[in-house]
């Protein structure tokens, strides 16, 4: 086998020098063709051989760089044959190489190794160089030196390419779907348009119905031909046009004609031109007009009133509004005041029906009570003893007479023809609901029973919760002899010990005298909703006693520089006219003055 071996290792080196000049033509591919001569018995060999081939990096032991080859049925011809070895990329690196080669007959049991290894020669390195040309192998960074051209670069990677060098300039074309781009600049894109589907939804588009929920300020001319919808509170500055009939406006829109409503429960608040106040508050609102500098004529302000307590308007200092309102004016003027008897000088007090149909007035001299019909003396109704104060219901058909200070208290359910013990009174006077279900001692009350008013001196409080807390704090024209308040205690009737009788329309801001003789008052009724009264006077000293009813009705072209007062369900829209002055263009309920 030696001597074969060696005719063989000859063959190789003539065989590899014409694989290389082969390769370095084709450059492509990793197998080479191998030639050889095997002899046997010192002949050329002639037959069907197994030939097996592998790659090791020694001569002798070392390390095996390729798994074993083996070419089975090779046809030797006079001792010459030819193969093909292909052992893959990856194993030619420029690292020197030994071929080892072993042999059997066809379908023999084993192989047997022909010494020594032959070394590797150019050719297969051929194949290294054909991979290293086309990067299909390992090239490390170490390996890479100077510029790449642009040129050479072409064709895509399906890797990770990292370029962390903030520098890096790219002038050409990068496909893909940039899923994982970050730190991108939307303010470098130049050219180019973005999709409307990749806009975010809260971008309005030009093409696309509109729901704006935000605070919005539109400032220029809009014209608006498709189907909108503004949920927000949104100002619009310029000269707009809405000429779907499709439009939907959910919020509140403020301008010239155009007002919306804010709710609010402030006790006190500073109105803005063309804006609505919804007033929910349970006490009296006081709303303050918007001050003329900031008003351009025509410029709207409307109230209402949405909680118990009603509303109060209060022009700024040279303002004034002018209006029919009413307004309480000097019972002097309305006659003669009631008199029961010739001979009877006591008057104590006196109680009204909300029409003012049914009076009924006691006094120290009257063993009962007298009762008046539309104006006109009934009768008296007599029980034991003289009656102190007294109090009806809003149909005059409920009456409650107590008898002396601290006395027991009487009641008739069929207006003053008939009576039963009620209680007791604690003293002062008593006051009952607008359906007399319910009477109090010392206090005036409200229809409902929920405002409630006392006076000690010239002070008056009042309560917005049934007596639980008194809040409110009102400063009488002088030392208080008698009250009675509304339903909603904005209007006030007070008599004042040896002066005047005074009515308030606004909870107290600004009283009106109702008479101009000093007199002693001692009693007061008032119907729910403060338009008509009732008042004693007795008889003390040079100062003259008598019964006084009066009713308000509106007075044409009032100009008031104080307030306008609302009760709960009423409402006002006040429009600015210049110079200083606003009136009222519609309103509902009772609109008062002072």
Not at 137 to 160: C, H, K, M, R, Y
Not at 436 to 453: E, I, M, P, Q, R
Not at 572 to 579: D, F, R, S
Request: proline share 3%.
């Amino acid at each position: 086998m030696a001597s074969q071996y060696t005719t063989v290792n000859r063959r190789i080196l003539v065989v590899l020098l014409f694989a290389s000049i082969s390769l370095r033509v084709a450059a492509q591919g990793t197998a080479f063709s191998y030639q050889g001569r095997l002899n046997a018995g010192g002949a050329p060999a002639t037959g069907a051989y197994d030939l097996r081939f592998a790659v090791f990096n020694a001569v002798t032991n070392g390390t095996q760089s390729s798994y074993y080859l083996t070419n089975a049925a090779v046809a030797v011809s006079n001792g010459l044959f030819g193969v093909t070895l292909g052992f893959g990329a990856g194993v030619f690196t420029g690292t020197n190489y030994w071929m080892d080669i072993g042999v059997r007959t066809n379908g023999g049991a084993s192989f047997t190794a022909l010494f020594p290894r032959q070394p590797i020669l150019p050719v297969p390195y051929a194949i290294f160089a054909n991979t290293a040309s086309n990067l299909l192998g390992t090239l490390t960074a170490a390996q890479f030196t100077g510029n790449l051209p642009a040129s050479q670069v072409s064709g895509g990677t399906t890797n990770v390419v990292n370029f962390t060098n903030l520098n890096n300039a790219f002038s050409g074309t990068f496909t893909g779907n940039g899923s994982t781009l970050s730190n991108l600049n939307a303010s470098l894109l130049a050219t180019g348009t973005i999709a409307d589907a990749r806009l975010s939804t809260n971008v309005a588009l030009l093409n696309t119905n509109q729901i704006f929920t935000g605070s919005n300020t539109f400032s220029g001319v809009i014209v608006s031909t498709g189907t909108n919808l503004f949920s927000g509170p949104n100002t619009f500055n310029g000269a707009n046009t809405f000429s779907n009939w499709a439009n939907s406006f959910t919020g509140s829109f403020f301008g010239n004609g155009l007002v919306g409503w804010i709710a609010t429960n402030a006790p006190v608040v500073q109105a803005v031109r063309d804006h609505g106040y919804m007033l929910t508050n349970l006490g009296l609102v006081t709303v303050t007009l918007p001050a003329s500098a900031s008003l351009t004529n025509g410029d709207i302000v409307r109230v209402s009133g949405a909680g118990a307590g009603g509303w109060l308007i209060q022009p700024n200092s040279g303002q004034s509004i002018i209006g029919n309102f009413a307004s309480y004016t000097n019972c002097d003027a309305l006659g003669n005041p009631y008199t029961a008897a010739a001979t009877d000088d006591y008057y104590l007090n006196a109680a009204a029906s909300a029409d003012g149909m049914r009076l009924y007035v006691v006094g120290s001299s009257i063993i009962g009570v007298e009762i008046f019909v539309n104006s006109v003396y009934l009768n008296t109704v007599s029980f034991t003893g003289s009656a102190r104060s007294i109090a009806c219901s809003a149909n005059g058909r409920i009456v409650y007479a107590e008898m002396g200070t601290g006395g027991a208290i009487q009641k008739s359910t069929d207006g003053g023809v008939t009576w039963v013990s009620s209680g007791t009174a604690t003293g002062g006077f008593i006051s009952c609901t607008a359906d007399g279900s319910k009477v109090f001692n010392s206090v005036a009350c409200s229809g409902d029973g929920t405002y409630l008013a006392k006076f000690a001196g010239s002070s008056i409080s009042i309560s917005t919760n049934g007596g639980t807390g008194w809040s409110i704090g009102v400063t009488a024209p002088g030392t208080l002899g008698c009250l009675a308040v509304s339903s909603d205690c904005t209007r006030i009737l007070a008599g004042v010990t040896n002066g005047l009788l005074y009515a308030s329309a606004n909870q107290g801001k600004s009283w009106t005298p109702l008479t101009s003789t000093a007199q002693d008052w001692a009693g007061a009724g008032m119907s729910p909703d403060g338009s008509k009264f009732a008042a004693a006077a007795i008889y003390s000293g040079t100062l003259a006693s008598g019964v006084y009813i009066g009713s308000v009705s509106a007075l044409p072209n009032t100009v008031t520089t104080t307030s306008i007062v609302g009760s709960q369900g009423g409402a006002v829209e006040l429009q600015y006219l210049g110079n200083n002055q606003f009136m009222p263009v519609s309103s509902t309920g009772t609109v008062w003055a002072n």
